[in-house]
């Protein structure tokens, strides 16, 4: 079970990030986090209540989705701190914070099968996020080490304790509470980022529309993904999540029309070897 949901999480995240690449709109971290706050608060959270979700949890579970909420916000940070080109490879290693969090404090231990695709994974993902980079004009000399370092720690952390959550409750009511976490932080950042707030939303209202709908479809592969943690190991389901990266490579050459490095195309063999490895071995 928790496979589906980890690959439907996977798949519904990759198809939003394509939606937002084709946007190609150029957003501040602050707006990105107020889009997706508005989003998920008018849209998500009523559609989580009807569904159904337990109000009553303990104060753990308010911490647990404060820290998640903060990781994704800060990863909109991250993105805006130093060259995404080069910084993405490293935050898309995020699948090592997690489960050396879950090895190590959970104790989680996946057998040898899957730990080959765990490998796999990681190895594919990394080669997939590798870009084609013509532009000479990059500062290499900013800290994208430490900035793609922090941005595998941000995601791995937030992945981890959606594990830890969903121990106690369902993913749809931790899914839930981080949702509602958005709404503090956000207004904490409007009140100490003045800079991100001067934008100009509505140049053009087709990128604004693929980019409200991709950013609408990665908040709610968070569900899938709550209810995949719920159910799985974090140490295979944070992989089985990276894969996201391959539904994205994949959609954006045929919809965007975008070319695949050869480094890239050994990074999807290596992925889908991977992702085929853990869900046969589970």
């Not at 969903?166 to 949702?179: K, L, P, Q, R």
Request: charged share 10%; hydrophobic share 60%; glycine share 8%.
């Amino acid at each position: 079970m928790w496979f589906i949901y980890a690959f439907i999480g996977a798949l519904i995240t990759g198809v939003g990030q394509v939606l937002v690449k084709k946007g190609q709109m150029r957003l501040t971290p602050l707006l990105d986090n107020f889009l997706a706050t508005i989003i998920v608060n008018l849209l998500l959270v009523p559609l989580l209540l009807l569904w159904g979700v337990d109000l009553k949890v303990g104060y753990e579970i308010w911490v647990y989705a404060l820290i998640a909420a903060t990781m994704y916000a800060f990863i909109y940070y991250i993105f805006n701190a130093g060259e995404i080109s080069l910084m993405i490879s490293l935050i898309n290693a995020f699948p090592i914070v997690t489960i050396i969090l879950a090895v190590s404090i959970l104790r989680e231990w996946p057998n040898a099968f899957q730990w080959i695709g765990i490998v796999s994974v990681i190895i594919g993902t990394i080669l997939i996020s590798r870009e084609n980079d013509n532009d000479k004009t990059i500062n290499t000399s900013k800290n994208w080490v430490l900035w793609g370092l922090l941005g595998a720690l941000a995601i791995g952390i937030a992945e981890f304790v959606t594990k830890l959550a969903t121990a106690n409750v369902d993913g749809f009511t931790f899914t839930f509470f981080v949702y509602i976490m958005y709404i503090p932080l956000l207004l904490i950042f409007l009140k100490i980022d003045k800079k991100g707030s001067k934008f100009h939303l509505l140049k053009n209202k087709s990128s604004l529309i693929f980019t409200i709908i991709g950013i609408f479809l990665i908040e709610l592969g968070l569900i899938a993904i709550a209810l995949a943690y719920q159910y799985g190991l974090a140490s295979l389901v944070s992989p089985v999540v990276a894969s996201q990266l391959l539904v994205t490579a994949i959609l954006a050459v045929i919809f965007l029309k975008e070319k695949l490095l050869n480094i890239q195309k050994v990074g999807i063999f290596f992925t889908l070897v991977g992702v085929v490895l853990i869900g046969i071995a589970t």
